[in-house]
């Protein structure tokens, strides 16, 4: 896939996926994931923040995550991440939970409050199974019971994929492989296992070939790579160094340069050893 751009890449993931052009591309992929959790198939899909030319990659405002509402108002939020930002299962019970609350507006009973399901595409393995795709709810230790259905966390970690199997049937092992990068000679079964592919293939082969989206999927990719080296280096050094060479003002130094790349506040405090009220004051 030397000459097309990687679709791991949350810009050019969001060109395919989250494009109103491209709703029935998701549609079927969120079927296909669906289909492994027992769910009944959507039959349409709305898409809330759906891929504009006004997404900068360098943006820090702009969000390349999709997030999409079923026609029984259930909501759906999607992330690609190609580099490891630590913490993914709080991040993700974080930004579920606000989804889920903001739901209701004033004088709205409790009742009101639909389905949220967040979808994780990991490039990298993150739960301790051999399960490429995993689905937690919220069900009791024992016996399995479920006390509500409204909480959905599926994760997918292409990192889990093996590459030179390539499947004899549908299913969402076909989209995940395409994801991963898989080589073009294996382009044709995985568009004959799943024929909504070849319309994912022929946005990414459009997209590989146009020369606006190749500069600014660079910009992404030269960004995400920034962030990720930030905190890969602040991990691996911790602070104790930072502490021991000038303490407080080397922590500040380092939470700077990680607000500057984006970077979530609870993870430069982890990082820093900051309080998050510290690195919050450091935006201003």
Not at 109 to 125: A, H, Q, W
Not at 180 to 194: I, P, R, T, Y
């Given at each position: 896939m030397s000459d097309l751009l990687d679709p791991r890449n949350d810009f050019v993931f969001k060109r395919i996926f989250g494009s109103e052009e491209n709703k029935d591309v998701l549609l079927v992929f969120l079927n296909r994931t669906f289909?492994?959790?027992?769910?009944?198939?959507?039959?349409?899909?709305?898409?809330?923040?759906?891929?504009?030319?006004?997404?900068?990659?360098?943006?820090?405002?702009?969000?390349?995550?999709?997030?999409?509402?079923?026609?029984?108002?259930?909501?759906?939020?999607?992330?690609?991440?190609?580099?490891?930002?630590?913490?993914?299962?709080?991040?993700?019970?974080?930004?579920?939970?606000?989804?889920?609350?903001?739901?209701?507006?004033?004088?709205?009973?409790?009742?009101?409050?639909?389905?949220?399901?967040?979808?994780?595409?990991?490039?990298?393995?993150?739960?301790?199974?051999?399960?490429?795709?995993?689905?937690?709810?919220l069900r009791e230790d024992h016996t399995g019971l479920e006390l509500s259905d409204d909480l959905e966390v599926h994760f997918m970690e292409l990192s889990k994929l093996d590459d030179q199997s390539v499947p004899m049937e549908g299913g969402l092992i076909n989209w995940l492989l395409f994801l991963?990068?898989?080589?073009?000679?294996?382009?044709?079964?995985?568009?004959?296992?799943?024929p909504t592919l070849k319309k994912a293939m022929d946005t990414l082969e459009f997209l590989s070939q146009d020369r606006e989206a190749r500069r600014l999927y660079e910009e992404r990719q030269k960004y995400l790579h920034d962030e990720a080296s930030m905190i890969e280096w602040a991990t691996e050094k911790g602070i104790e160094k930072g502490l021991a060479e000038g303490g407080k003002r080397k922590a500040i130094e380092i939470a700077k340069n990680m607000l500057s790349f984006g970077i979530e506040v609870s993870v430069i405090a982890k990082t820093s050893g900051l309080s998050e009220s510290e690195v919050e004051a450091l935006k201003d």
């Open positions: 289909a492994e959790s027992g769910e009944q198939p959507l039959t349409e899909i709305v898409l809330l923040n759906p891929y504009t030319d006004k997404d900068a990659p360098l943006d820090k405002q702009s969000i390349f995550d999709i997030w999409a509402k079923t026609a029984e108002g259930k909501l759906i939020n999607i992330e690609m991440q190609l580099f490891n930002k630590y913490d993914i299962e709080k991040r993700t019970l974080y930004y579920w939970s606000k989804r889920y609350s903001s739901q209701l507006q004033e004088g709205q009973t409790y009742k009101e409050l639909k389905k949220c399901v967040t979808i994780n595409i990991l490039n990298y393995s993150f739960i301790v199974n051999e399960r490429y795709h995993n689905v937690f709810h991963k990068g898989a080589d073009k000679s294996n382009w044709e079964v995985l568009q004959m296992n799943e």
